[in-house]
């Protein structure tokens, strides 16, 4: 994908973020992902004593981390581990399909840290876990397989390690 194509995905994404109705238009045509089981578990525990991880699928990143592949039209399956302590201010956004200039500005727009320690100051959350994950939400084709089977339990994994308890999504 090259130049002319990445600017051509901005500006359709901001073009879909200001018209709702060109938005519902060009989405109409995309067939999403069914899956046979809900992957969702039960909730056995009061969120005020629960820890909290971030994953969104905005492409936010630090700025040492490789960028997400905007080359590729099936989009990016892989990961980046983000440091919570540090993303606040060494971030950046790598994804051209939604227009992310608010995020740009303030990252709690997709990927709400701040706020999420803030419910912990106040007793809503127990705590927040360290490390949280951000993937690329443009993922079609032949990488959907490799998100499901690899990728998303690879997270999954490594956010049960990191002490999780339930995980706050955030789309981009």
Do not use: C
Not at 43 to 69: I, M, N, W, Y
């Amino acid at each position: 994908m090259g130049l002319m194509t990445r600017w051509k995905n901005r500006i359709l994404a901001s073009l879909g973020s200001r018209y709702p109705a060109f938005a519902r238009w060009l989405s109409s045509g995309y067939d999403p992902l069914s899956l046979e089981e809900t992957p969702w578990a039960p909730v056995d525990f009061r969120v005020s004593e629960a820890r909290l991880a971030l994953v969104t699928t905005a492409g936010v990143h630090h700025r040492s981390q490789k960028p997400f592949d905007m080359n590729d039209p099936d989009g990016d399956p892989e990961f980046r581990e983000i440091n919570g302590a540090a993303i606040a201010d060494d971030y950046t956004i790598t994804h051209d399909y939604y227009d992310h200039r608010d995020a740009d500005r303030d990252l709690n727009v997709v990927f709400p840290l701040e706020r999420l320690r803030a419910m912990v100051q106040a007793g809503v959350v127990g705590g927040v876990t360290g490390l949280h994950y951000s993937f690329m939400g443009h993922i079609d084709g032949r990488h959907i397989d490799t998100l499901v089977r690899q990728t998303a339990p690879d997270v999954a994994e490594r956010l049960q390690r990191a002490g999780a308890d339930a995980v706050l999504f955030t789309p981009g």
